[in-house]
């Protein structure tokens, strides 16, 4: 039976790299009924213009738009509001995962024979060495503080579920805690875990929008996941 996908992109100051990540996607998944949401989050240079243009281009792209940057997590849930398809999932816009592995995680997906989660881990990152042990502690600290989520890269996405085994208005996250609300989200619902691994690529254009501050608000919002608040 043929699935459909909507697939969420949060681009924010993106204007760089996006019709590169957007066209290479959506040449990946050609013949396929894909959605591809692409969501302003409230950028402050052309990205605007640039999703208007794509969307304008191609009848599978849909813009949305977040008109001041709350973060990276309200403007996938903007985007996942949007979406129509069988199937969710969301990545970043920076092209840091090759096109054609979204590809076949998708493929992946259309054969399993029970609903699940699907999401890569990113093996041989171009990172520095303080940014990969920061995401070695958070990996670790996620999985120990849940009792295992399934996934040993946490913020590895893309992430695609079936739309009937997770509600996407159950998440509530704003921030980058929103990768790891997902896998919390699952694992409440019984919905196992499957990662496939991928080669991360360096970022494509433009620049990250991680900082030394994201570590803290990603504790912050663990400990409050984890009292139930």
């Not at 019709?19 to 990205?47: K, M, Y």
């Amino acid at each position: 039976m043929s699935r459909s996908l909507s697939l969420v992109l949060p681009c924010f100051n993106e204007e760089e790299v996006l019709p590169q990540t957007a066209r290479a996607l959506l040449e990946a998944f050609r013949g396929e009924q894909l959605e591809l949401i692409l969501v302003d989050n409230g950028s402050l240079d052309r990205t605007g213009e640039v999703i208007a243009g794509l969307e304008r281009a191609d009848p599978r792209v849909r813009g949305a738009r977040v008109p001041q940057n709350r973060g990276y997590g309200l403007g996938v849930r903007t985007g996942l509001a949007r979406t129509s398809g069988d199937w969710l999932g969301f990545l970043c816009a920076d092209g840091q995962v090759d096109p054609e592995d979204v590809r076949a995680l998708w493929d992946r997906a259309q054969r399993l024979p029970a609903p699940a989660l699907l999401k890569v881990r990113r093996r041989f990152r171009p990172d520095g060495g303080d940014r990969k042990l920061a995401s070695l502690g958070w990996n670790a600290l996620a999985n120990l503080a849940w009792g295992g989520l399934g996934a040993l890269d946490v913020n590895g996405n893309p992430k695609l579920w079936p739309r009937l085994a997770l509600d996407p208005r159950a998440l509530r996250s704003d921030g980058w805690f929103l990768d790891a609300e997902v896998l919390i989200e699952a694992k409440r619902r019984g919905l196992p875990v499957q990662e496939q691994q991928v080669r991360g690529r360096p970022r494509q254009g433009g620049r990250s929008h991680v900082r030394l501050s994201t570590c803290g608000a990603l504790g912050l919002d663990l400990l409050k996941a984890r009292l139930g608040r």
